[in-house]
């Protein structure tokens, strides 16, 4: 009875995150690369991604920080990178807080950049959250949730 | 590093005439400076039955080759790829500059299909990196949908290269698909979720 619940919740949990516009087809697309033999290859990917992008996270951070005028071709460059991974992912929203970014550095606009930088880094730990949430769920349920290939 | 394995010390083209149903196995070499993506493009393939070679940079793709000009014995016999998948943007040496020096090479390395990967739809990269000679550009996130259709081409091309090396023997094939010399397109053009671009003028059809 407990694993149909949590089956159902995690369907839900899904769909939600996709109408929210969190998530896109990516991350479908990484689900069916789950098997019986890495059934929890979405997970460990999203933890790499966390845990890879800090660091860029941390990089954008600093180079926001230092003397004016900023430096919007490492900002971009480093955000290109950070956008690279998020796409990877399925991070729909965090991705399109990416781009505007990008704008904002093209544009030569500092101020633009500063703020759209604090929306990202909330999207971004937004997810985080919602995710990890999405993955305990995903072990309660059991692995033929999400695996879609029967090898 | 690699171990060589043994299947690439045959000749494809004996190896099809022995069992032509048998695919040997093909060996790519996956280029990407982001952890995320490497592991991505890892799985990809290997769930597509490929042999798996991956790295972080130009610089060690070509040393995994052999071609870093530093280790002149290992040559072609130690490492055989099949496909080389590389990002084009990457710090150092850029996808770009690794697909001119294996096109550059004047042994069998140039012979190897190169194909990049970009989450830019930039059209003059696209150009370059076709004119350069990339089999394809495919747009980043690369799909498996990709992967399974350039395994699949670079299968018939091989058979058909094993068939052109022995033309003096008749043998048939139960794939069917004909003999041709020129190269067959990798996108079809009525696929609608094809993500790759041959030319400026699929451009259209690439996924943003």
Redesign the interface.
């Known amino acids: 009875m407990d694993r149909n619940q949590s089956r159902r919740q995690l369907t839900a949990m899904k769909q939600s995150l996709f109408d929210q516009g969190l998530l896109d087809e990516?991350f479908v697309?990484?689900e069916?690369?789950q098997?019986d033999a890495?059934p929890n290859?979405v997970e460990?990917?999203v933890t790499?991604?966390y845990r890879?992008?800090s660091r860029l996270i941390s990089n954008i951070e600093q180079a926001l920080k230092e003397r004016t005028p900023l430096d919007f071709n490492k900002l971009d460059t480093l955000m290109?990178?950070f956008?690279?991974?998020s796409?990877?992912?399925?991070a729909k929203k965090v991705k399109a807080e990416c781009n505007l970014f990008r704008e904002y550095c093209r544009a030569g606009n500092a101020e633009g950049c500063m703020k759209s930088f604090q929306q990202l880094k909330k999207e971004y730990a937004a997810l985080r959250k919602k995710l990890e949430a999405y993955f305990q769920l995903a072990r309660q349920a059991g692995p033929q949730e999400t695996a879609c290939?029967s090898k | 590093m690699a171990i060589v394995d043994e299947v690439f010390r045959q000749n494809l083209p004996e190896m099809m005439e022995e069992s032509p149903c048998v695919a040997p196995q093909l060996h790519v070499l996956a280029v990407d400076?982001?952890?995320?993506?490497r592991?991505?493009i890892e799985?990809?393939l290997k769930?597509s039955s490929c042999k798996v070679t991956v790295v972080d940079s130009g610089t060690r793709a070509l040393q995994y080759l052999g071609l870093d000009g530093e280790n002149g014995s290992l040559g072609f016999d130690s490492v055989k790829v099949n496909l080389i998948m590389t990002d084009y943007?990457m710090p150092g040496m850029t996808g770009y500059e690794l697909l001119k020096k294996i096109k550059q090479e004047s042994s069998v390395f140039r012979e190897i299909p190169v194909v990049v990967m970009s989450?830019e739809n930039v059209l003059t990269r696209i150009d370059r990196c076709l004119e350069e000679g990339a089999e394809e550009f495919l747009l980043?996130?690369v799909?498996?949908s990709d992967v399974t259709r350039l395994k699949d081409f670079i299968m018939r091309r091989k058979v058909k290269e094993g068939e052109k090396r022995s033309h003096k023997r008749r043998r048939s094939l139960d794939c069917g698909s004909p003999l041709s010399i020129t190269c067959s397109p990798l996108s079809h053009p009525c696929d609608p979720s094809s993500s790759s671009v041959l030319s400026p003028l699929s451009t259209k059809k690439a996924r943003l």
């Open positions: 990516q697309q990484l069916e690369l098997d890495n290859f460990e990917i790499l991604y890879d992008s290109h990178q956008k690279g991974s796409s990877s992912i399925g290939r | 400076d982001s952890l995320v993506d592991k991505v799985r990809l769930i943007s989450s980043k996130p799909k498996l």
